[in-house]
């Protein structure tokens, strides 16, 4: 069976991700948090180019789904979890471990349900549940800002307490934005190239400003349109 050469391609993207993801939990263990925290921010980029290097080389396939998920789950499932415990969760005994573990038990069910989509073909604009590389990279920049800003050490309960709550977002049924399907218009790339410069002034903060947004959006849309539900339901009657 002859193979595609360029099929190549896109999976390299893939494994580059979850290289960086075993990196980063390497210099986790030795102590290199915040460095690991930018492996894991690396690792997206690479992790968002996989998919769009298949579509334009027109090698999208099975086994690159899966094997995509299988690198999601190192990079943004048990790389950030690690960081987690590392930075935050030893300090909290069982409860640290536990939040830690569910971190990553929480993303590989998100994962799983992303794939029964894919491979029913249901593509819609929204994702069901909290993506996990939005997840992680909330998790990791979490910890840079809370390195570098010693006021954040007050609220490390609160901390862990988030990402907890990061974890049961992955697995509920919030939608949230698939930017995948949105059509880019000028309006866009200008947004786009304002962000690209605020990025470039202070990184970390605008990256976990922008992430955190994100998942808000998507947590009060959910409760907005459930009350509205309620209300009308009331209301009906």
């Known amino acids: 069976m002859k193979i595609n050469p360029l099929f190549i391609i896109p999976n390299l993207f893939t494994a580059t991700s979850a ?39 027109n090698t999208s396939s099975k086994f690159g789904v899966e094997f995509d998920s299988l690198c999601d789950v190192i990079a943004f499932g048990c790389a950030p979890a690690i960081l987690l415990y590392f930075s935050i969760g030893q300090y909290y005994d069982r409860f640290g471990a536990m939040v830690s573990c569910l971190f990553v038990v929480f993303g590989a069910i998100r994962l799983a349900r992303f794939n029964i989509a894919t491979n029913n073909n249901d593509i819609s604009k929204y994702f069901i549940g909290l993506p996990i590389p939005s997840a992680a990279i909330f998790v990791a920049t979490m910890i840079v800002l809370k390195i570098r800003y010693d006021v954040f050490k007050e609220y490390s309960t609160y901390l862990l307490i988030a990402a907890f709550l990061v974890g049961i977002l992955m697995v509920s049924n919030v939608r949230y934005p698939n930017f995948k399907q949105v059509k880019w218009k000028l309006s866009s790339f200008v947004l786009l190239v304002i962000i690209l410069a605020i990025l470039f002034v202070h990184p970390i903060e605008s990256i976990f400003s922008l992430i955190s947004i994100y998942i808000l959006f998507g947590l009060i849309r959910y409760i907005y349109l459930v009350a509205s539900r309620i209300i009308f339901k009331r209301v009906s009657n």
């Open 19 to 57: 290289f960086l993801g075993v990196l980063s939990i390497i210099y986790a263990s030795k102590g290199r948090i915040e460095f690991a925290c930018w492996l894991v921010i690396v690792s997206m980029i690479f992790d968002g180019l996989d998919g769009r290097v298949a579509r334009i080389t």
